[in-house]
Structures are given as structure tokens and as C-alpha cells.
């Protein structure tokens, strides 16, 4: 079967455009009935064309003809109402490109990770449930009980593929599965550290906990956020810096745990209330203080963390297929999905 059809329209769909905002970025050289019955299978473009679709749709030209080999499914969207469908199309086109390089890439090298599931069949119930479960991870991962250092890592070497992408403020991200098998988490990248450190979390939780069916959707949505709260966050380390049962907090304490362990002040008062050390009016008082001080609210001149967090895996192997000449330069341009001349700028081989 021809691939061409079906990735121009992902391409056009992961670009965001219509099949007449495609043909204006050709500069109307193909008119939007001939982009169609191309997408049919029913004309094909000559190679000048061709050129003009991948500048267009900032793509490789072997990207139109390379077989679609993995489909996402089962996604938890976060925020999804202040997406459009379009814009939901186009970041999870965009995601699912990126994965099918990733396992291509794996292939050559036979570098794949399984993944299993460590609280398989364990139940989420009630908001208690998730700290056990919390440690139960922790001893399955050998994480340990103190501050996770790059988040990511961690992911991606249980077998997790980590995708950050550029998206509107209005997108936190997602999970899912590619082939019904490959667990998938994407974050937004231009979002601070902190919160990408707690979005992947809150991700994670998606994949492995299984909550009760009687539990509401925005209940889940909590239990998340307390699973990302006490990875970041573990009741030890809190208990320990904090101490128990506190009439407050202050802000040098909260901007040192922030910039220790990497969670934003914000989700370290709301794991306070969950373990008592603080009670419900010195939360509901700094909420109120929060929705009247922006810098606050977006914790801005408030501390940052240390450390990083960003995918590394893909291109690790990337630099040892190319080095080692399991694959082409060229080959290895296509599955960074970058031009060659890029590609050599950035990957040289020493």
C-alpha cells in the first residue's frame, strides 16, 4: 500500500492546516483540489512538488513514504477543553512521528526497554491508597526515599519514551500507549521545570495506577496530583524538613525545598495539607494569598531548581548509531527529523 496519502495528510493535520492554508504556504503553485485528491491516492506529486510540500510542511521528503508503524491510544488529555480539535490533531501527529523514529532508531540498535507495570493490580481506592503506593514504586524502582533527581531519565530507562513538544500555555500534557503496549508521556516544553517535573509525574500516574470504577473523573485527576506530589515530595523528606503539625510555613523553607526538590511552592503547601503538617485554614489562607499576588501565582523571583530535566535517551542512541555507522549520516538526519546539513552541524563525530 502506498504511504504517501495517508502522511501528507498527517503532515498538513500535524502543521495545523487546512488543505487551503497548505496550498497558500505553496504560494497557490498547487491549488487545495489538487492537495486533496492527492490525500485520496488518486494523483501523484512529481518531484518538484514534492520539494515543495516538505518546505511546507517542515517535514523530510522520505517522511511522505515512510510506512506509519505505530498508533497511540488510550490517551489521558490534560485540559483538553482549552484545545481546539485541530490543535489536539496536531500534537498528537507530532507525538506519534516522534515515536515511530524512537522505535525505528531502537530497532537498529536492539535497544528496546520493556516495560511492566509495578502496582499492576493493586486497586486506588482512596487518597491514603496513593502513598502506599508511592513507596511500593519506590522499592520496585529502587528510587529510594529522598528527592528524585532528572525525572525523565527515570522514565526513559524503565521503558517510558518521554516526548516534550512546544504547545500553547493551555496544554499541560499527556499519556497513552502506542501499539496498545508502549507506555507514552508528553509534556509541554516551554513550561518551567518544576511544572514539567510534576506534569510528567502526574502522567505517570496515569499509567500505572487503576483506580476504583466508582471513582468521578476529577477524583482521579486528584489522586494524580497527589501520587506527583509525594514522588516529588515523599512523606519522609517532608516530615524531616518540615517537621509535623505546623500552625504555618515560611517562605525561606518553602523556596529551599523547591529549589532541593524540585517542585513548585505551590504543590509543596498542598502536600503539606495532605499530610497534616499543616490544617485546612493555613492552606485555604495561602490560596487567598496566591490569587492575589501574580509573582506568587506563578512563582516568579520565588526560587528555582537546580537541576534539569529533559529527554536524553533518543539522542544517546542516536550519537551511537551514527558514530558507530550502524546508520547512515543521512539515515540518522532522518530520524532526528532534520535536514543532513543540520544534522552534521549538530552530531559531528569526532
Not at 41 to 67: C, H, I, Q, W
Not at 79 to 108: F, H, N, P, W
Not at 127 to 146: M, R, Y
Request: aromatic share 8%; net charge positive.
Amino acid at each position: 500500500m502506498n504511504p504517501f496519502p495517508l502522511r501528507l495528510q498527517s503532515a498538513r493535520q500535524r502543521a495545523g492546516m487546512s488543505l487551503r492554508e497548505l496550498s497558500l504556504a505553496m504560494g497557490s503553485r498547487v491549488s487545495h483540489t489538487a492537495l486533496n485528491r492527492y490525500e485520496k491516492g488518486v494523483m501523484k506529486p512529481d518531484g518538484s512538488v514534492l520539494v515543495e510540500l516538505s518546505k511546507a510542511l517542515n517535514v523530510r521528503t522520505d517522511y511522505f513514504f515512510r510506512e506509519p508503524t505505530i498508533e497511540i491510544t488510550e490517551i489521558e488529555f490534560r485540559k483538553k477543553a482549552k484545545l481546539t480539535q485541530r490543535e489536539l490533531k496536531s500534537i498528537k501527529l507530532t507525538v506519534k512521528d516522534e515515536v515511530e523514529r524512537y522505535l525505528e532508531l531502537e530497532g537498529y540498535l536492539d535497544a528496546q526497554v520493556s516495560w511492566r507495570n509495578p502496582l499492576a493490580g493493586r486497586r486506588i481506592s482512596v487518597p491514603t491508597d496513593i502513598e502506599w503506593a508511592v513507596a511500593l514504586l519506590q522499592d520496585e524502582w529502587d528510587l529510594g526515599s529522598n528527592a528524585l533527581p532528572n525525572i525523565t531519565v527515570m522514565l526513559e530507562e524503565r521503558g517510558i519514551k518521554v516526548v516534550e513538544i512546544e504547545a500553547n500555555q493551555a496544554f499541560d500534557g499527556f499519556s497513552g500507549w502506542g501499539n496498545s503496549s508502549i507506555p507514552i508521556i508528553v509534556v509541554n516544553k516551554t513550561f518551567t521545570v518544576e511544572r514539567k517535573r510534576f506534569t510528567l509525574l502526574h502522567e505517570l500516574a496515569h499509567l500505572v495506577l487503576e483506580f476504583d470504577e466508582r471513582l468521578e473523573p476529577r477524583q482521579r485527576e486528584s489522586l494524580c496530583h497527589r501520587f506527583a506530589g509525594a514522588m516529588l515530595l515523599p512523606e519522609g523528606v517532608a516530615l524531616r524538613t518540615l517537621g509535623p503539625m505546623r500552625a504555618s510555613l515560611t517562605m525561606l523553607e518553602l523556596v529551599a525545598l523547591k529549589e532541593q526538590c524540585g517542585i513548585s511552592i505551590q504543590a509543596i503547601m498542598a502536600r503539606a495539607k495532605d499530610l497534616q503538617i499543616i490544617g485546612g485554614e493555613a492552606y485555604v489562607r495561602f490560596r487567598k494569598r496566591v490569587n492575589t499576588d501574580q509573582n506568587l501565582k506563578l512563582e516568579q523571583g520565588f526560587g528555582a531548581y537546580r537541576g534539569t530535566e529533559s529527554p536524553q535517551r533518543f539522542n544517546q542512541l542516536l550519537c551511537r548509531a551514527a558514530s558507530e555507522r550502524i546508520v547512515s549520516m543521512s539515515k540518522a538526519a532522518s530520524l532526528a527529523g532534520m535536514k543532513f546539513a543540520q544534522f552534521r552541524a549538530e552530531f559531528a563525530v569526532l
